[in-house]
Structure formats: structure tokens, C-alpha cells
């Protein structure tokens, strides 16, 4: 069990979270289109997930915004906006939002993703939700950047994840 905040509060959140140099938990959930999938969706692209509570919040729609900007024009990435979102909102919020450069995946169906990837946020408001944090993974699915970010409110360290991808 981990713990960050949430406006200062501490919440907890269970499972581990996926360390740099691990290869990556497997993972199903939910597209756009309603087809469930896992990372060979991307077979041999690298992979910023996005992992935020709800893109119905300020930072979770901000942080959408700018990996779609800055890390969606890099070769061979791919970037995977995770959420509780129904897939519906999500898809909806990027056409809106006019973010074609980013694929929302949602938890909805999928509760086992928070937890085996460390991001179950187990008390406090969020409960069911997952924590704000950032994954990199290279064409192999190993982990090259791995950030929890502390508080829920605050950005993830958009330099160090973009970093990793050289």
C-alpha cells in the first residue's frame, strides 16, 4: 500500500506500483469503440500511459491536453489516456477537446488494472477511482519511466516522462 494525497489529505492506495526497469503488468480495458484490449493493441510502439482519476477534472484534462501535444508526435509512441470515465465521456471529452492524438482506455469494466498497477486509490473521496501517475514503457512493454505522482491535484513531471523517450 502506497500513500499520496489528496489536498493535502493522505490517501491510500493499494497494489504495486510498476517500478522503472519492470516489465509492465498485463493489462485489459475498455477503447473508445467499447472493444476491450491490452498492450499488444501497440505491438512494438512505445507507450506513455496517462493514468488519471476522471477527465472530468481540471488536472486529468490538462495532462490529456498536453501529452497529446507533446509526446503523440514522437516516433513509434503511442499515447494511453486511463481512466474510471465511461468510455462514452472519454471519447466525447477528446473530440470536444479536439485531441485526436491520444487513446482513452477505461477501467469501467476493468477493476483488476488499478490494483495490479498499484494505482487503486482505496480511501478517502476517490475511493474506486485510480491515482494521478504516469507509466512509459518502451516497444517491449519495460518500464522506462515510472512516476506515482504525490498529490492527486498536482501535474505529473511532464519533463522526466518525455525524457525517457529520448
Known amino acids: 500500500m502506497s500513500t499520496v494525497t489528496l489536498g493535502g489529505s493522505p490517501i491510500e492506495v493499494a497494489g504495486d506500483f510498476p517500478a522503472k526497469g519492470a516489465q509492465a503488468p498485463a493489462l485489459q480495458l475498455t477503447a473508445a469503440d467499447l472493444a476491450d484490449v491490452g498492450l499488444d493493441a501497440w505491438p512494438g510502439k512505445r507507450k506513455v500511459l496517462n493514468i488519471v482519476p476522471s477527465l472530468d477534472t481540471p488536472v486529468c484534462a490538462t495532462s490529456t491536453r498536453r501529452f497529446n501535444t507533446e509526446a503523440s508526435g514522437l516516433a513509434d509512441t503511442v499515447v494511453l489516456v486511463v481512466s474510471g470515465d465511461l468510455p462514452f465521456a472519454a471519447k466525447r471529452f477528446c473530440e470536444t477537446e479536439g485531441l485526436a492524438n491520444v487513446h482513452t ?62
Open 105 to 166: 482506455l477505461s477501467t469501467f469494466r476493468h477493476p483488476e488494472f488499478a490494483p495490479a498497477w498499484g494505482v487503486a486509490v482505496a480511501t478517502g473521496p476517490l475511493a474506486g477511482l485510480t491515482a494521478r501517475a504516469v507509466v512509459v514503457l518502451d516497444a517491449a512493454n519495460r518500464v522506462i519511466h515510472a512516476e506515482l505522482v504525490p498529490e492527486i491535484k498536482q501535474e505529473p513531471d511532464y519533463a522526466a516522462a518525455l525524457a525517457a523517450l529520448g
